[in-house]
């Protein structure tokens, strides 16, 4: 019983959500750590040559088959203040085999210039794929009260004529930062907006022909420098999608150990939803950092186990000779 409450409370939220028009897009408590999928303007905001990040994020554990969010991005510079990247993901859920699949190649133009400050503009252009495997549903008439679901040989007599659908998207961004070396204190933001497209969803659209929602993102922050060995890093995000609001607000300390190690220690706040406590070490061209989403919210409370967490790997490469450019100030997270 205590199963069905925790499964039934889901599907009213992701019914809720579908019928609202509201956030579609999976977000992440590490956002910083995957950047491209972010801000495209921040394809190449790097203090090297190329970087190469994986993140997973594991969210609603304590129902069967929870969401899962697996992402692999990559970008490189150039010497022509020009960047590019490309940006994979695949959020899974449910027993039907639901998942989709999100995949861009993203470029920026970091050539406006003031000095020590810099403006890069980007934009992304993919495809969205959304697919469910109709062999796993479980339909009524499949169900028994002695033998249970599936009955052997009875079908679900449903007729599909589309499980799988695939359509373009386009997003575009811009970050600012204070690249300034030796100064106390070095702001950065940007904005971004994905789905410019609005493609429709084939599966939800309807006679009403409902388009998925813009996200919009709005982050920033502030790396403040207490000595040479430590800073502060307090940062803000805003997102919305369709009718659904997210705004978050935290920081982290980043402190130096040797000359090749730092450890990073913070935590983010997600207003009436969630804390998220993360750690992280950064050794040599790695960084390696892990969260955990405290669920705080009535929904939490009421389904159990709603916790979440990530985990987050970045290579950041380097060539032999580095090349001049404005030093880039920006969270490791």
């Not at 969260?291 to 490469?317: H, P, Q, R, W």
């Amino acid at each position: 019983m205590r199963y069905l409450i925790k499964t039934g409370l889901l599907l009213l939220m992701l019914a809720s959500a579908i019928a609202g028009k509201s956030q579609t897009d999976p977000h992440f408590s590490q956002y910083y750590a995957y950047p491209v999928w972010l801000n495209p303007a921040l394809t190449g905001a790097i203090d090297g040559n190329y970087r190469v990040t994986a993140m997973y994020r594991s969210q609603w554990g304590g129902i069967s088959n929870a969401f899962a969010t697996p992402g692999v991005s990559a970008d490189f510079v150039t010497n022509k203040n020009v960047s590019f990247g490309v940006n994979v993901m695949n959020q899974r859920a449910g027993t039907i085999g639901y998942s989709s699949l999100t995949g861009y190649g993203t470029m920026s133009y970091n050539g406006v210039r003031f000095g020590y400050h810099q403006i890069s503009m980007g934009m992304a252009l993919g495809v969205l794929n959304r697919r469910f495997d109709p062999s796993k549903f479980t339909a009524g008439s499949q169900w028994s009260s002695t033998m249970g679901p599936p009955l052997p040989g009875v079908t679900t007599g449903e007729n599909f004529t589309k499980t799988s659908a695939m359509t373009f998207d386009a997003g575009i961004g811009a970050v600012y930062f204070d690249g300034t070396p030796g100064k106390k204190a070095n702001f950065f933001g940007g904005i971004s907006a994905y789905h410019l497209t609005q493609p429709q969803d084939p599966f939800f659209a309807g006679e009403e022909n409902e388009k998925m929602p813009m996200r919009l993102t709005a982050h920033a922050g502030i790396k403040y420098s207490l000595n040479e060995d430590v800073s502060i890093t307090p940062n803000v995000l805003y997102m919305r999608q369709g009718n659904v609001d997210e705004k978050m607000l935290g920081a982290y300390a980043q402190m130096k150990v040797n000359e090749t190690t730092d450890f990073l220690l913070g935590a983010n706040y997600r207003l009436n939803d969630a804390v998220s406590p993360y750690a992280g070490v950064y050794y040599k061209n790695y960084m390696i950092s892990v969260s955990y989403d405290v669920n705080m919210s009535d929904l939490g409370k009421v389904a159990g186990n709603a916790n979440n967490f990530e985990i987050s790997l970045t290579l950041i490469g380097r060539k032999s000779v580095k090349q001049d450019a404005v030093p880039f100030v920006c969270p490791r997270l």
